[in-house]
């Protein structure tokens, strides 16, 4: 079982930066690749940025690349999205995301998110 508890969010003109985090605990945790995912009203919940805990594995969406830096600290099992030049369409809520597969079986854990607004 992994617990996920995301904050940061908050409202920023276009143009502006956030940081969300993510806190995680958990058996196994180092196991799990982590990741964000958001979700706008009226759509489909998008895969965002994900990364290993040691670091040396990220990809990203591209409609955040360049813009959207994610990052992680083991040791204070926390998982970071530094988003900067925001635009309007990064409004969403935001989830922390950990997931594996193990013997075929999937383990996936989600926060309760948090939102974001960029106004214009």
């Known amino acids: 079982q992994v617990q996920l508890v995301e904050s940061g969010g908050g409202l920023v003109q276009a143009g502006g930066s956030l940081r969300l985090s993510c806190a995680a605990s958990g058996r196994t945790l180092s196991t799990y690749a982590m990741g964000w995912f958001r979700q706008a009203p009226g759509k489909e919940r998008e895969f965002v940025a994900q990364i290993s805990w040691s670091g040396g594995s990220t990809s990203y969406a591209d409609s955040v690349k360049g813009r959207f830096t994610i990052s992680s600290d083991i040791a204070k099992g926390t998982v970071y999205l530094q988003m900067n030049s925001l635009k309007p369409e990064d409004t969403a809520v935001y989830y922390c995301?950990?997931?594996?597969?193990?013997?075929?079986?999937?383990?996936?854990?989600w926060g309760q998110g948090t939102q974001v607004t960029v106004s214009a």
């Open positions: 995301n950990a997931d594996k597969v193990v013997g075929g079986t999937r383990y996936h854990y």
